[in-house]
Structure formats: C-alpha cells, structure tokens
C-alpha cells in the first residue's frame, strides 16, 4: 500500500515543484530556493520506492482504483525503481549546476519549472504501466525539452530545436501509428494484457509491423542507428545544466521503453525483432565512436558519444540473455551519472577557459588541476577502464556476447571502447595538456567557478567510483530487474492479479 | 464504412509524406499536421467502427444490450489531437522564431549549430 502512494508521490513531487516554481516565477532567489527543496524531495521519495520495491517486489497501483485492464495502471518493478532513482539524482544534480549557470534572463524564461515538468515526465515513463499513457508521458517530456531547448534563444539554439523538434514530432507519430495497431490487434493497451493477449493474435505479420513501428518510434527517442541525425544536431546548443539532463535521461528514456517492449510486450518473434536489435546495436556503436571522432567542439564530441553507447545498452537487449539485461540495466545506470557528469565537466571548462570549441582553449592542466581529476573519472569510466563503474557495465555486456558465441557484437563493442578512449584522450590533451592559445592567463583557475556548479560534479564523480569499487550491490539490484525483465508472467500476474 | 476510411488514411499519408519531403520548414510542419490527422483516424478505425447505439448505458440497466460504439477511441483520439494541436502550435512560433532570427525558413540553410564546413 506505502508503495502505491510512494508511485503517486514520485509523479506528484515534481509537478507541485513545477507550479511552486512557476507561481514563483518573479522572486528568482526564492524560485531557486523552491526548485532544489523539490529536486531533493523527489530524490527522498524516489529512494523510498526502490527501498519497498527491492524489498516487497513490484509495486502496483491502480489509478482512480479501476482495476486493470480498464483502468491506468503503474507498474514499477526494478528497473522502473532504479530508474527513477537515477532520474532524480541527475535532476538534482543538473539543477544545482544551473544555480552556478543561469542568470537572470534564463531563470525568467522557465527553466526551473521546465525542468520539473520534464521529470514528471521522465518518472511518469518509468513508472507507468500503460502503453498511450507512455505516450502521454513521452509527450510531456517532449514539450518541456522543447521549451528547455530553447532556453536563452541564441541562433544556435533555434537551429539545433528546429532539427530536434522537427525529427521528434515524426517519432511521435509513428509512436501513435504503432498505438493503433497494436490496439486494434490486441483489443488493449495496458502493459500486462497486451503481453498476455500477443500469443492469441493471429494476424501475426501485422504484430511484427506494429512492433517494429515501435521499435522505431522509441529507436528514434533512444537515437540508434540510423535515426539519431537529431542527436548530434542539437544536444550541443542549449545551457550546460539542460543539455546534461537532456544527455543523462532523455535518450535512456527511450532505451527503457525498448527494454520494456521487447522483454514483455514483444517476444513472440525474436528472430526477427532480436536480430534487428542486434544489428542496430553493434552499427549504433560503431558509428557513433566514430562521429565523434571527427568533432573538435567538446559537447558535440559528448553527444556523438551518447549514440555509441547507446549501442551497448540495446546490445545486452538484443542478446535477451539474463546477463545482457543484468549488462543493460547496469549500463544504463553506470552511463547516466556519467554521461550527465562530462557535459556538466564541459560546461566548467569552457567557463574556465571560455569556450566549448577544443581548439580556442587549453591550459587546464595547470590552471585547474582538480578539474582534471574530476574528468579523468567520468571519462575514462565512460571508455571502460577498471575500476571504473564503465568497466563493469562493458564487461559483463561482452562476457554476455561471448557466452552465446555473438563474436562481432563483442568485437564491435571493444574496438568502440578503444575508440572512445581515443575521444577522450583527444579532449584531455586539447583542453588541458595544451597550452592555452590565448596565453597561460587565459585559463582560470578551479576556485573562480561557482560552488553550485562544483558540488554536483563531486558528487556524481563519487557515483562513479563508488559503483566501480562496489559493484556487488549494483549487480545484485541490475540481476533483480532482469530476472524481472525475463519473467512476464509475473509482471502479468502482479497487475492483473490471478482472478482473470 | 472501414474501406473509405482506410482509402482517406492512405491518401492523407501520401500528402503528408510529399509535404514532409519538402526542405520548406513550414510544409513539413503542414505535412505533421495531415499526418497526425491520418493516424488519428487509424486509432479510431483500428476500434472498430459500430453504428448501432452510442455507448450509453440506460437508467434502468447495469449494462447496453446489443451493439455500441466503442468509446474508447474517441478519447484516445480526443488525448491526441490536443497533445497534436499543443506540439503544432510550438512547432509554429519555433518556426517563426527561426525565420524572424535564422531569416529563412529552408531546412538547408539552417547550419549556424553545425561545425564550420572545411574549406577545400
């Protein structure tokens, strides 16, 4: 029962943050003040329903208390759980580093409550159990991304939304297009009754376009190849504190909602949907190592990087193994706090030495040694270097790959970890081994960065090293959710019930 | 009734899919427009059309007798057209703010968040 009001209270959170910070749209010290208490409190709350689902197992509530299937049902096993864990830890994160970034103009125009209305959002994928009350949530983030995007509105900024809105409005549609079907076919949109009425359908062709349509519409929002040309074109235009929430959560959103398909929704043609998967998944990574490789600007490097490491989260779905999924969940964690951590670190280095371009700056070796420190972790976890949190989470992605004898996909997933080392030494040497062109004085010294902006990237380096050095009880939670993942019918059952 | 729908569905995709091919931001928001028209349409099909009796259950009984149009389409359709009616109109000032900052409307020529281009 605690559960069911601790689901509810981790949608409803962020939504009074994002009216309390609206309402306090005119005050902005009072807006901040209103916007990191809510930030925390979902953080609090968020916790909280992980501690009761890993302790009394999935959590069901009934909205409304119409039972299912006529009702909306949320639905938070253990990848919902630790997902929105991970989305609150981000949020929080980002929301203190804007503190540092924001000034007046931008906290004016709505960043705050935006960045509320997109966790709403974000916990509302994680958590629901219905499949257009997903698109309702994809929609909710969307539109507050859009505003995010936008926030500040430099040339750039409209360039890159042009792009992102324009390719996002079509996945939604093709989201919907895959809806219908699936309706039609299926008679229902809750979770667990379509799962447990996809063996009944006979039009069996037409629930693998469905599927694939689907598979589609969230490969776009999770930006796999070869959808993710948005990706790239706008991740690097909006504030710091947006474009790492952006990279931490919106991509991953659409990674769950794939896991979430093809683990229960979907596995009645794995030969097909699998394969796909599969080669989505080693050509997502490969491409993305290797765009990156080309970009001298810092967050376009990031960015191209999200893609290929998006590759390895859907390859441990692809393999459909226990491993690959304990691989995939651990991923997704491990990549998140990561990922969100280097653009946070982009945007303190370009503060420091004023710009994102590598090839302006330099010198933050010796400027800014610390810095340096804060970067070496995040960045050579994200290549995979043990201890590190990435090794794990590659690790036992590969070792999955091996056991069932996918030799390309394991090649395919190392060379792009050597790759993404090559990325990453590349930024290392231009941003702070070398020089700054504009003389040593030009790069500024750690102290002369905000506090708020330093705190979040600390804490989530922490992250980092604590997940690597203790990696047991992550792949204990990460093993709970694939057993999870790999056992429908107890998701069918729990939101169901054995009466039907 | 489903075979005209399903013609006009088609039709109204081929329009969208010819607007959207446009490099002209503001056919291509057009073509989302007919598009999202084409499937909500596909929603409602796809729950069975019923021409009997509207989906009302009568004072006297717990449940309809016979035949009734399945309500649940409509609001699904009703959720999507102003989730599509809400994204048209953002697409529109960002497509106006385009023009009036970028001065043009054509996608290709929008390359000021791209990387310089080599010079050769």
Known sequence: ?500 | MELPLVLLIGLLTAVATWLMLSRNLIRLLLGFAVLGNAVNLSIFVAGRLTRDAPPLVPLDAETIAGAFANPLPQALVLTAIVIGFGLLAFALVLAWVAYERLGTVRTDEMRVAEPPEEKT
Not at chain 1, 28 to 42: D, H, K
Not at chain 1, 86 to 106: K, P, Q, R, V
Not at chain 1, 257 to 266: D, G
Not at chain 1, 296 to 302: C, K, T
Request: charged residues 10%; hydrophobic residues 60%.
């Open chain 1, 1 to 500: 029962m605690i559960g069911g009001w601790l689901a509810a209270f981790v949608l409803i959170a962020p939504m009074v943050s994002a009216g309390a910070t609206t309402l306090a749209h005119a005050t902005p010290r009072l807006q901040a003040r209103l916007s990191l208490v809510g930030a925390f409190v979902l953080l609090a709350v968020s916790v909280a329903l992980l501690v009761v689902v890993l302790r009394d197992g999935m959590v069901v509530l009934q909205s409304g208390n119409w039972a299912a299937p006529f009702g909306i049902t949320f639905a938070v096993d253990n990848l919902g759980a630790v997902m929105t864990v991970i989305a609150a830890i981000t949020g929080a994160a980002c929301l203190t580093f804007g503190l540092g970034e924001t000034g007046e103009a931008e906290r004016r125009a709505w960043f705050h409550p935006l960045s509320h209305v997109l966790l709403v959002g974000v916990c509302g994928a994680f958590l629901t159990g219905d499949l257009f009350n997903l698109y309702v949530w994809f929609e909710v983030m969307l539109i507050a991304s859009f505003g995010l995007m936008t926030v500040g509105g430099t040339k750039a900024q409209i360039d890159g939304a042009v792009k992102y809105v324009a390719l996002n409005l079509v996945a939604t549609l093709i989201f919907l297009l895959a809806i219908a079907l699936i309706y039609g076919l299926t008679g229902t949109l809750n979770f667990a009754d379509i799962a447990r009425s996809v063996p009944a359908v006979s039009n069996v062709g037409l629930l693998t376009a469905a599927a694939t349509l689907l598979m589609a519409a969230f490969g776009m929002k999770a930006a796999v190849f070869p959808l993710f040309f948005w990706l790239p074109a706008a991740y690097h235009t909006p504030l710091v504190s947006v474009s790492a929430v952006f990279a931490g959560l919106l991509t991953k959103v659409g990674v769950y909602a794939l896991i979430r398909a093809f683990t229960l929704l979907f596995t009645h043609d794995p030969e097909w949907t699998h394969t796909l998967l599969l080669w989505v998944a080693g050509l997502t990574m490969v491409t993305g190592v290797l765009g990156a490789a080309a970009q001298s600007e810092m967050r376009r490097i990031l960015s191209w990087h999200i893609i290929s490491q998006i590759g390895y989260m859907v390859m441990g779905l692809a393999l459909a193994t226990p491993l690959g999924l304990i691989g995939s969940v651990f991923y997704l964690v491990h990549h998140i706090i990561v990922k969100a951590n280097l653009f946070l670190i982009a945007g303190v280095a370009a503060r420091l030495t004023g710009s994102m371009e590598l090839k302006r700056i330099g010198g933050l070796y010796r400027s800014a040694p610390w810095l340096g420190v804060l970067f070496f972790i995040p960045a050579f976890s994200l290549a995979g270097f043990p201890p590190l949190s990435g090794f794990w989470a590659k690790l036992v992605l590969v070792r999955a790959a091996l056991e069932i004898g996918s030799w390309w996909i394991a090649a395919a997933a190392l060379v792009t970890g050597l790759l993404t080392i090559y990325s990453m030494t590349k930024i290392w040497a231009e941003a702070f081994w070398k020089p700054h062109p504009a003389g040593e004085a030009a790069a500024r010294p750690l102290a002369e960065a905000p506090a708020a902006m330093l705190a979040p990237i600390a804490a989530l380096a922490a992250g980092t090293v604590v997940i690597g050095l203790f990696a047991q009880p992550f792949y204990v939670v990460a093993e709970g959710a694939a057993q999870q993942l790999l056992d429908p019918a107890s998701y069918i059952a729990a939101v169901l019930g054995g009466a039907r």
